[in-house]
């Protein structure tokens, strides 16, 4: 089992995950972060800390959000390792509510 980034990242791109995790398996794109699930060891430090609750276990991810099992699978292999936390986007605050966000990932 992993764990996985969900839409609600999209256009927060928070980064208090990424400095507790041991393993360095958060991967940075553009604006979304991924895990990498040949890297996760599941040890459930990051879920609570992200403030937008984007991050679930794979076996608990919320109804339509499946298909970001395969997406974090996918850009983890494209995407450089993020390991300390950065200053969030200056619109994060405006994106954190919205919904239906997939559209405006940015690959």
Sequence with gaps: MTFVVTEAC???KLTDCVEV?????FHE????LVIDPEECIDCTLCE????????YSEDELPPGQEQFIEINAQLSEQWPVITEM???PEDADEWRDVKDKLQYLER
Excluded at 21 to 25: A, F, I, L, M, T
Excluded at 48 to 55: K, R, T
């Design 48 to 55: 609570p800390e992200c403030p937008v609750e984007a991050i």
């Design 10 to 12: 999209i256009k927060c």
């Design 21 to 25: 995790c041991p393993v360095d398996c």
């Design 29 to 32: 794109g553009p604006n979304f």
């Design 86 to 88: 950065k200053d969030p």
